[in-house]
């Protein structure tokens, strides 16, 4: 195996997730550095950046107070086991979420991704209910236009259409409630009105299935990754009150909602539904080093602190959880969000955010516009036989011109930084705007 440097314009071997590997190695956009709100290119341009990096950067880029947490926890220890070991830091960070987080979510699960936060709550779910003598409760609810990662249950819980139909049979016992997707909401500000009653689905799962064959049901209170799809007004409420009548778990997936995103530390918070679980990732360290945690509620955790105290009580973790950097690097996030009060900032910017997203209403093959807190969307009318080719231009345009957006079928989604100015939004807005107006 030849261990000679390759050459630096080499970029055959690296496969790249998620991306049209062949159109991007003809014309890569390398970046090089970041700072704040900005990604710095390869050909030393500005960048500004709409999406915090993948909805993960809530704290803005490169912070000082977490580069240092960073640089003094890999100089002090470089890993240490979560299985039968403990590292003071994993304990300090619970203490902290669980503080942070609505009751009765005291319990924390260290992952290190959403994906692997989804798997670890679905199996939670399912060991909960053996745990209780209900092992009968083994179907999953999920959602169509779902995203709960990439793993095998996050992909048969999801609903996008893309992100399953390569891998052949999924998990058994999965049904999916329909997409919170209407006509009549259409360019809505904020939670839609519409809607509610399309939870009222769960209670027909539950009439064809029994209540005693279902676990949980999870789903994002705000979907992202299938481009900004909002809760309309009552929906969660009423997920919430099926799920209680007879006994189902509700998982919310919080992996971009969490931390800020929403203008309070959880969309929990933000509507006042208290989940059993809520997965989390990306935000709790500001995207700066892999980490995820799943939040239980202190009934679920306790159903498993039975039997010989010698035993482990569930047999599920990862060699990475809580690691030392991880913890370090999510302590130091958790300071940045108190200390500058950024989950209030976004509160504050979300109405002008608001009035920015739904100002580019009128430009052309514009079909819908949304928002809530500091995320937003807008849906272009696809091309004729081309779907996902005009929003996919429309990136090329905007980086070209300094502007990082992410597109995800025919929508443009963004969710900047906790930390962005009016200035930048207008930024955002403006070059939006000339480059919709160029689409064809």
Not at 15 to 33: D, E, L, S, Y
Not at 110 to 132: P, Q
Not at 237 to 258: A, K, M, Q, S, W
């Amino acid at each position: 195996m030849a261990l000679d440097k390759p050459a630096p314009n080499d970029l055959s071997a690296f496969w790249m997730p998620f991306t049209a590997n062949r159109q991007f190695k003809a014309n890569p956009r390398m970046i090089v550095g970041a700072k704040d709100m900005h990604y710095t290119t390869a050909d030393g341009r500005e960048v500004l950046d709409a999406v915090a990096g993948l909805w993960c950067c809530n704290a803005g880029h490169n912070r000082p107070k977490v580069v240092e947490a960073i640089q003094k926890q890999a100089a002090e220890i470089d890993y240490s086991p979560a299985f039968q070991m403990g590292f003071p830091k994993a304990f300090e960070l619970a203490t902290r979420l669980a503080d942070l987080a609505p009751e009765p979510l005291n319990h924390i699960f260290y992952t290190n991704s959403g994906s692997e936060s989804v798997e670890t709550a679905l199996k939670i779910a399912l060991a909960y209910h053996r745990a209780r003598d209900e092992g009968s409760r083994t179907r999953l609810i999920g959602r169509e236009k779902g995203y709960h990662g990439v793993n095998f249950g996050g992909i048969s819980v999801g609903g996008i259409t893309n992100n399953r139909r390569f891998f052949g049979q999924l998990l058994a016992g999965v049904d999916h409630l329909p997409a919170t997707v209407l006509e009549e909401n259409r360019f809505a500000k904020g939670q839609p009105p519409h809607g509610a009653h399309l939870a009222d689905e769960l209670e027909r799962m539950v009439a064809i299935h029994g209540a005693e064959t279902i676990a949980a049901c999870i789903v994002e209170p705000v979907a992202g990754s299938a481009g900004v799809i909002l809760p309309p007004v009552g929906y969660l409420e009423r997920l919430r009150e099926i799920c209680d009548r007879h006994g189902i778990l509700l998982i919310f997936d919080e992996v971009i909602t969490g931390f800020g995103r929403l203008g309070a530390a959880f969309a929990a918070e933000k509507f006042g539904v208290v989940p059993d679980m809520m997965t989390t990732a990306k935000g709790i360290t500001s995207g700066t080093v892999p980490m995820g945690a799943v939040f239980t509620s202190s009934a679920i955790h306790d159903a498993f602190m039975t039997g010989p105290e010698h035993m482990i009580e569930l047999f599920h973790g990862y060699t990475y959880s809580a690691h030392p950097l991880a913890c370090a690097a999510a302590l130091a996030t958790l300071d940045v969000y108190r200390e500058e009060g950024l989950f209030a900032r976004a509160a504050e910017m979300a109405p002008y955010w608001e009035e920015a997203i739904h100002s580019l209403a009128d430009c052309p093959n514009v079909i819908d516009t949304r928002n809530l807190g500091l995320i937003g969307a807008i849906e272009l009318d696809p091309i004729p036989g081309a779907p996902t080719k005009r929003a996919f231009s429309a990136f090329l345009k905007a980086y070209e011109k300094g502007l990082y957006i992410r597109t995800t079928g025919d929508i443009i989604a963004m969710s900047p930084p906790l930390i962005i100015e009016k200035s930048h939004i207008d930024q955002i807005v403006e070059t939006l705007r000339e480059v919709l107006q160029t689409l064809d």
